[in-house]
């Protein structure tokens, strides 16, 4: 496979699919972006009254989850088949769309999994793994978020409906180390406007916590559609990416 995926060429294809007519996205995104808003509000709530379990977290975080598969259906779709998908929710439930989110969950677990090894490794005060000190457990954060990267080109290819295998190998992309680099380019480009919209929640809730209590569903809003952006140019990345290795 030649490696002719240019970061430069895919990053501006990403941002240009989303602000060349960000009018437009905005209206295709309202009711995606209202549905995140309601549903983390809800679990607000039931936070505030104390009636939220484990398995409550599990359902809210697994709705949104879903959610944010629909948006890279309509993104890979639109890209890779010049299909416009006018309302993606409707795809919620959808096999191929609940199919998406099982991947790009076990691919990101994969990516973090020496986070969360770390975490059980302290919480249960062991300072040694196989002898060696605990804290280099973080250091295989490079083989595993490598691998997790190689394969994160199957993502567009389930949402064509086409069958993967991750096992046999054959699914392995070349472009990991550049893929990475364009996912860590667009994660930073969006930190500025999220960072602003958290300071400006911070200020208004230190300073008049009754007058954000009637802002906060505005802000949260403000803060998804900022979200839906950023996982909308990184799922073009992914499209175009995807593209780059079925040309070759």
């Known amino acids: 496979m030649n490696d002719n995926l240019s970061i430069s060429e895919i990053i501006s294809k990403s941002f240009s699919y989303i602000f060349k007519d960000i009018k437009k996205i905005f209206r295709e995104s309202f009711f995606t972006v209202l549905a995140l808003t309601i549903i983390f509000n809800g679990l607000y709530f039931l936070v505030l009254k104390n009636i939220a379990t484990k398995f409550t977290f599990f359902i809210i975080f697994a709705l949104m989850g879903l959610v944010i598969s629909t948006i890279a259906y309509k993104v890979h779709r639109d890209i890779l ?123 208004f809730l230190e300073n008049s916590q009754e007058f954000y209590k009637f802002l906060k569903p505005f802000f949260d809003f403000i803060s998804f559609f900022v979200s839906y952006l950023n996982y909308a140019t990184v799922f073009a990345a992914l499209s175009y990416s995807y593209k780059v290795t079925k040309n070759n």
């Not at 973080?138 to 086409?162: D, E, R």
């Open 81 to 203: 088949l010049n299909q416009t998908i006018l309302n993606p929710l409707f795809k919620m439930f959808d096999f191929t769309n609940i199919r998406y989110l099982f991947y790009s969950t076990l691919i990101s677990s994969f990516a973090l999994s020496p986070i969360f090894l770390k975490y059980y490794l302290d919480r249960n005060d062991m300072s040694t793994l196989f002898g060696a000190d605990s804290r280099y457990v973080a250091l295989l954060l490079i083989p595993t978020i490598y691998l997790a990267f190689k394969l994160i080109l199957i993502l567009p290819k389930i949402s064509l409906n086409k069958s993967v295998s991750i096992f046999s190998g054959k699914e392995f992309n070349d472009f990991s180390g550049k893929l990475f680099a364009i996912f860590l380019i667009i994660t930073l480009v969006f930190i500025i406007p999220t960072y602003l919209i958290f300071a400006l929640q911070v200020y």
